[in-house]
């Protein structure tokens, strides 16, 4: 950053009196500018023993799956933003079942929530940003072209969750990229 939202004048990176973190700060009208992570907000929908994957038709990772998941948007709870994004990347209605994993991805400033959502019904299609939707039994999910470290986690996860039957929240700190 180098210059302040406010005022338009040159910021420094400096420790504001009462903080203890360097920030940056407007060297005329002293406005202090946080950077702090981003909330994703992600579903994994569930119908009968199945998940619905996306195969993403954007960059980054063009053509590779994921399960439903973006940035929160201003005035939207983490379950709405998830069922949002449920809804425009795969054209499928959910009911949140809970809050399955929170991820925090400190190396670049994203914070992962991630929910289980019962699909209301089978019914699904590609939205503009997926190239193609299916359901994967969890035998079939395509490890080897998933898009993303943080997704491949979350997948894991569950799928051992399934196994055992039972289902917590899942808390993690990926400090580093996993493997792809």
């Given at each position: 950053m180098k210059y302040c939202s406010r005022?338009?004048?040159?910021?420094?990176?400096?420790?504001?009196?009462?903080?203890?973190?360097?920030?940056?700060?407007?060297?005329?009208?002293?406005?202090?500018?946080?950077?702090?992570?981003?909330?994703v907000a992600g579903c994994i929908p569930e119908?009968?023993?199945?998940?619905?994957?996306?195969?993403?038709?954007?960059?980054?990772?063009?053509?590779?799956?994921?399960?439903?998941?973006?940035f929160m948007e201003l005035g939207e709870s983490t379950e709405e933003a998830a069922i949002r994004e449920?809804?425009?990347?795969?054209?499928?209605d959910v009911e949140i079942s809970g809050l399955y994993a929170v991820l925090s991805l400190p190396h670049i400033g994203q914070?992962?929530?991630?929910?289980?959502?019962?699909?209301?019904?089978?019914?699904?299609?590609?939205?503009?940003?997926?190239?193609?939707?299916?359901l994967f039994s969890l035998s079939t999910?395509?490890?080897?072209?998933i898009a993303f470290p943080v997704v491949r986690e979350a997948l894991r996860r569950y799928v051992d969750d399934v196994a055992t039957g039972r289902f917590g929240v899942h808390l993690a700190s990926l400090h580093d990229r996993l493997p792809s």
């Open positions: 005022c338009g004048a040159s910021v420094s990176q400096k420790v504001p009196p009462g903080d203890n973190l360097p920030r940056h700060v407007c060297n005329q009208c002293e406005e202090i500018h946080y950077h702090n992570p981003k909330i119908w009968e023993d199945q998940v619905l994957l996306c195969r993403r038709a954007i960059e980054p990772r063009l053509g590779l799956w994921t399960f439903p998941a973006g449920t809804k425009e990347e795969a054209q499928a914070v992962y929530l991630v929910f289980r959502g019962r699909m209301l019904a089978p019914t699904f299609e590609a939205g503009t940003e997926s190239l193609e939707v299916r999910i395509p490890w080897e072209q």
